[in-house]
């Protein structure tokens, strides 16, 4: 299983980023999916999930109305489109799949995990 994330970079506040992760050996459309950050030396924490359809998707309250997850199950892909981006929203980005058909919004209720892409907000 393999999950191979993209689209991270250095952009300005209030910039926007779209994350991809493909998924290998695995068919993501039998897995609920999410995004998790982590910052160095920070536990790891929940970003956004959505469910093996794409049908219901959620996010944690800090990116409510400024990030949203999809995926294309035909293209084993999740994304993670990030407007209106803050410094705060600096980390390291992991896309996860977990065997809850409806998503997971714990880090321990993922069962496989992609290597991250950085994501960096600063002026």
């Known amino acids: 299983v393999q999950f191979v994330e993209s689209g991270g970079g250095l952009v300005q506040p209030g910039a926007s980023l779209r994350l991809s992760c493909v998924a290998s050996g695995l068919n993501i459309g039998t897995y609920g999916m999410g995004w998790v950050r982590q910052v160095p030396g920070k536990e790891r924490e929940y970003v956004a999930t959505?469910?093996?359809?794409?049908?219901?998707?959620r996010g944690e309250d800090s990116v409510k109305g400024r990030f949203t997850i999809s995926r294309d199950n035909a293209k084993n892909t999740v994304y993670l489109q990030m407007n209106n981006l803050r410094p705060e929203d600096t980390a390291d980005y992991f896309c996860?799949?977990?065997?809850?058909?409806?998503?997971?919004?714990?880090?321990?209720?993922?069962?496989?995990w992609g290597q991250g892409t950085q994501v960096t907000v600063s002026s």
């Open positions: 996860a799949a977990t065997n809850l058909g409806y998503g997971g919004t714990r880090r321990y209720e993922y069962d496989y």
């Open positions: 959505i469910n093996r359809s794409g049908g219901s998707h």
